[in-house]
């Protein structure tokens, strides 16, 4: 019986190690997860949501007072529309397996077993799929509310969402695809965009240039339009947008590694050399430099910055971040002077002129000791020798201007036709927030006398 016995715990001892080598192999054979890489992935995605709210304060300041709750709420309501369009088909068709032009629909729902807790066999392979996912739809979330600053105090809000709904699966679906999918065709070709040069910035700033021009210049502009009516509110939204864009860059490295750090580093330099830079040119040209000014100039170098990210050292950004201070500048200033545009939040000026800027300069730049990854795919930058990045980058420049003006202009003109965009004129002098919402963002109460 001893004989049996021993015999019986060798047995199961035996058996044992033989399992927990078997289950070693498969777990070695499946993608394992990285708790720092996600740990960094979601908080960088809780980073790019922040940058929304924050957008809701910087644009809310920079209206008038009794237009400042329509404005931060065309940002909030974003936040909840996309964010369920997002999980319904949004993922799908800008990241799923799919074609040169467009994702496929396997993914609607993240049902089926298609997105889950497990990594993704195309996407950051060391952290859940449903990180990567919800980092992305976070980009999804604040583009349109972006594009907004260039038609505020004007907007029917209904037209707005109708709007939204459209414009996140016929613009920013297709341009998400072809640069950032594996198989989107500006991606194959090699234009680069590390965190949304075209696919943010060209997008929002080119779609609200096509609605701009659709319902047209705000009434009395431009001797009746105020000066921004709480220039605190402003400076926190840009406090809040700088902090936030560390995870929209630095979180695109999809990883806690020295990519990401650089990528840090770069986003800070850019922003502020090009604070500076509208500074001094302020100080220039008007002979005092304003807090509106600067914080113009420091989200100037931000969106310059975020294409060339992952691409560039902080000397590099430097440069980038003046030229956008400069390039942004002039444009909202000069520029928009000479064509006599209503761009009310400077949208077009800062986000899509600051874009176009950013992903050019990403081909001038684009440094392979940064990210290696770059001569595997033969994208280093011109002053590397490789000239030919440039008409890439150029590639890309206009499929982003183009599509998001064209599709944009289209579907304007469908909203425009079935419930219009503008409210009455008797709406819009009240203000958008009494005649769109009921309510206001200021109550003044008189002081009882006794």
């Given amino acids: 019986m001893r004989k049996g016995a021993i015999l019986g715990i060798s047995s199961v001892f035996a058996l044992t190690l033989i399992a927990l080598f078997a289950s070693d192999a ?141 414009w996140t699966g016929a613009v920013y679906a297709p341009m998400a695809h072809w640069v950032w999918a594996s198989d989107g065709w500006l991606f194959k070709l090699g234009a680069l965009d590390f965190a949304g040069g075209t696919v943010v910035h060209i997008c929002s700033g080119a779609s609200g240039a096509a609605l701009m021009m659709l319902v047209g210049k705000r009434k009395g502009f431009p001797k009746d339009i105020k000066p921004p009516h709480n220039l605190t509110f402003m400076m926190l939204g840009t406090g809040l947008l700088w902090f936030g864009w560390f995870g929209f860059n630095a979180g695109s490295a999809v990883a806690a590694d020295g990519l990401a750090a650089c990528a840090f580093v770069v986003t800070n330099t850019a922003a502020a ?12 040209h008007h002979k005092k430099p304003t807090i509106l000014g600067a ?89 590397y020798g490789n000239v030919a990045q440039l008409g890439k980058q150029w590639i890309g420049i206009l499929a982003a201007w183009g599509w998001s003006f064209g599709m944009t202009t289209l579907l304007g003109l469908f909203v425009k036709g079935i419930m219009g965009l503008r409210p009455s004129e008797a709406e819009e002098i009240a203000g958008m927030d009494i005649s769109q919402h009921k309510e206001i963002a200021y109550h003044y109460y008189e002081t009882e006398t006794t």
């Avoid at 976070?138 to 038609?151: C, D, E, N, Q, R």
């Avoid at 310059?304 to 050292?313: E, L």
């Fill in 273 to 284: 050399a090009a604070g500076l830079t509208w500074s001094v040119l302020e100080w220039i």
């Fill in 26 to 166: 498969m777990a070695g054979d499946a993608p394992s997860i990285d708790k720092g890489n996600n740990a960094w992935m979601l908080a960088s995605s809780a980073l790019v949501l922040i940058m929304t709210p924050g957008l809701a304060l910087f644009y809310g300041g920079m209206v008038r007072a009794k237009n400042m709750v329509n404005t931060m709420w065309m940002s909030f309501i974003v936040i909840c529309f996309v964010s369920v369009q997002w999980v319904l088909w949004g993922y799908s068709i800008s990241f799923a397996p799919g074609n040169w032009f467009i994702g496929g629909l396997q993914w609607c729902g993240l049902g089926a077993g298609t997105v889950g807790q497990a990594p993704s066999d195309l996407y950051a392979t060391t952290i859940p799929h449903y990180t990567f996912m919800i980092f992305q739809c976070m980009f999804a979330v604040i583009t349109p509310a972006l594009m907004t600053g260039t038609f505020v105090e004007r907007f029917k809000f209904n037209s707005f969402l109708l709007i939204v709904l459209l």
């Fill in 295 to 383: 914080c113009s100039g420091a989200v100037a170098g931000l969106v310059a910055i975020t294409p060339a990210s992952g691409f560039v050292g902080p000397m590099a950004s430097i440069a980038i971040g003046v030229g956008g201070g400069l390039v942004c500048f002039y444009c909202t200033t000069k520029m928009k002077k000479a064509f006599g545009y209503d761009d009310a939040l400077d949208v077009i000026g800062v986000h899509a002129m600051g874009g176009t800027w950013g992903a050019f300069a990403t081909g001038i730049f684009a440094n392979a000791a940064v990210n290696p990854a770059l001569t595997d795919m033969n994208c280093i930058g011109a002053i």
